[in-house]
Structures are given as structure tokens and as C-alpha cells.
């Protein structure tokens, strides 16, 4: 049987591509509505406002994060594998069109208001990401993991950030070798 995609669905996987490619605040309801296909009163009925749907959509994106970060990691067997495993993904994906940053750091470039919900989200992806490099270079024995946690941290974000710019051939191809590296140095 086949698996039918819903109006719900539709609306949430236009809304999510457009906001990803061409930014937050400059796809509105209507163009969302048009692209998908699905009237204005049924895209309100699912999502009462733009703000529920952007944030449903960095959700998504937080969910998609983790599970790619498990399957690129996954056979890695020990904790500086994983992290050099991450970045060479990163690597990889950051060369690709179809690669327009990080959501999060799109999203709270256009809400800087620390209290929008869709910041609060985005804030809440960081934290959880640094933590999980953090645990990574405890468990790989760094002397100050912390630190090592922080500068993949930036060296993370920096490559999104190149790629939203720049588009595919941006300075983030270095990205891999860099974090090579950092971890080295942080664990001799």
C-alpha cells in the first residue's frame, strides 16, 4: 500500500524546504499555500501561525541532525573516530548544493530576539551539540574538553556559515582537516 502525503504533510515539507533555501522571514503563508499546492485556511487549520510552522520545522531539522550524527558515527569505534567521522561528513555535505547552512543559525541571524520560540529552539539544538562534542572528547581522554568541545563547536558552526555564504566552493572544504587538528593537538 502506498503511503499517501498528507495536506499536513505537504504544507510542512514545502514550508521547511523553502524556509531552509531562502530564509525565514522572506517565504511567507501565501507563498508556502502556492508552492504547495494546499489553500491558506487548511495550512492554518495544522498550523495556526508562520511561528508554529517554523518551529515544527527546526524540530524536524534537530531529529534529522541526531540521526545523521548516529549513522555518520556508527561504526566509528572510539569517541575521536566519531568526531572525526562528524566533520568529514561535514565536509562532504558542505560541498553539495543542496547544502544552505544551518537552520538554526538561519534562524536566529533573522530572530535575534532571544525570546522567540523558533531562538529557543535553535538555542536549545546548540547547547545539546556542544555537550555531545564535549562528552566526546572526555570519553577520548582531552585535558580540557570543554575547550576542545567549543572550538569544534566553531569550527562547526564557521562551515555552515561558509557554505550559506559562499555556496559550494566555500573555505569549509578545510573543515575536516582543521578538526583533524584541533583533536590531535587536544589529545597528543
Known amino acids: 500500500m502506498k503511503n499517501e502525503v498528507t495536506p499536513k504533510d505537504k504544507v510542512f515539507q514545502t514550508a521547511a524546504r523553502l524556509f531552509y533555501q531562502h530564509g525565514y522571514r522572506a517565504i511567507g503563508v501565501d507563498t508556502i499555500a502556492a508552492e504547495s499546492g494546499i489553500g491558506k485556511m487548511t495550512l492554518y487549520r495544522h498550523y495556526p501561525s508562520k511561528d508554529d ?3 515544527e520545522s527546526l524540530k524536524d531539522s534537530n531529529q534529522l541532525f541526531w540521526n545523521n550524527f548516529e549513522q555518520i558515527t556508527k561504526d566509528s569505534p572510539t569517541p575521536r573516530e566519531k568526531l572525526q567521522a562528524f566533520f568529514q561528513a561535514l565536509k562532504d555535505y558542505v560541498k553539495t548544493p543542496e547544502c544552505y547552512g544551518c537552520p538554526f543559525l538561519n534562524v536566529v541571524t533573522e530572530y535575534p530576539e532571544a525570546d522567540y520560540p523558533g531562538h529557543q529552539v ?3 539544538h546548540k547547547q545539546s551539540v ?3 562534542f564535549c562528552q566526546l572528547a572526555k570519553e577520548a581522554g582531552a585535558t580540557k ?3 576542545l568541545a567549543d572550538q569544534l563547536f566553531l569550527l562547526m558552526d564557521g562551515a555552515y556559515m561558509a557554505s550559506r555564504m559562499f555556496g559550494t566552493k ?3 572544504v578545510q573543515v575536516a582537516e582543521t578538526a583533524r ?7 597528543g
Do not use: G, K, T
Open 53 to 55: 510552522l517554523i518551529v
Open 170 to 172: 566555500n573555505p569549509a
Open 122 to 124: 535553535a538555542l536549545e
Open 181 to 187: 587538528i584541533l583533536i590531535d593537538s587536544a589529545l
Open 130 to 132: 556542544r555537550a555531545r
Open 145 to 147: 574538553p570543554e575547550a
